[in-house]
């Protein structure tokens, strides 16, 4: 595939088979990365990878820490501004109720809704879990050069036939997360990334979200 059709075609894949991702095979995916755009070649990313029984480990660790405190929020990153305005909310918006429409989930079903989006702390599934932080001490240049570098990972997963999912929910978690990895104080956790292979007898993988047209976005100045 060119890299056009890779951009159009990946996912947030929200549901993946039962199939072992080699150790190996994150490796090569993280080689290829590394060489994303990186303004005065910081490379400020700082990547946590969570396979086998670290992964079982982390999972049960975050669900006793749900059931424990379910309401608890450890972000230290609003990952939304607190009132999204339009056209942001609708967007939004719309990508969830579609999202639940596939999975048969009623808006009445709150009990439903609260368990899908808890799949987030499974991973969805996904045999490897990926851990993304910068130094405290960067600002918004480097937050945009861990963006590139996470594109540039999903992008090449799914150039080796592997499906991905950017999770932002993780960051609720946050302390939870740092704490079991050991991530020293001195680094900020993002988010995590579900990797493996997609499952496509789950209606969720059938999810694509729209998008707004070049004029929407783009402006123009040619005199």
């Not at 080699?22 to 946590?48: H, M």
């Not at 379910?70 to 990153?77: I, R, T």
């Amino acid at each position: 595939m060119s890299v056009t059709q890779i951009i159009q075609n990946r996912i947030s894949t929200r549901a993946f088979l039962d199939k072992p991702v080699s150790e190996k095979q994150v490796r090569d995916i993280l080689d290829a990365a590394r060489w994303s755009p990186s303004g005065g070649n910081l490379q400020p990313w700082r990547v946590y990878v969570v396979m086998n029984e670290a992964r079982n480990r982390l999972v049960e660790t975050v669900k006793k820490a749900i059931a424990e405190n379910p309401l608890a929020d450890e972000s230290e990153l609003a990952i939304y501004p607190p009132k999204l305005a339009e056209p942001w909310r609708t967007r939004r918006y719309d990508l969830g109720e579609n999202m639940y429409r596939l999975l048969n989930i009623p808006r009445e079903d709150k009990a439903a809704r609260i368990a899908h989006l808890l799949r987030n702390y499974e991973f969805f599934g996904a045999p490897v879990g990926i851990f993304f932080a910068l130094d405290r001490r960067f600002d918004k240049g480097q937050w945009a050069h861990l963006g590139m570098f996470m594109q540039s990972l999903a992008l090449i997963a799914e150039e080796q036939g592997l499906a991905t999912c950017m999770q932002e929910a993780w960051a609720a978690r946050a302390k939870t997360v740092s704490a079991f990895l050991a991530i020293p104080p001195e680094e900020q956790l993002y988010c995590g990334m579900a990797l493996g292979y997609d499952d496509p007898s789950e209606k969720v993988n059938q999810l694509r979200s729209s998008r707004a047209s070049v004029d929407d976005f783009a402006t123009f100045f040619k005199e």
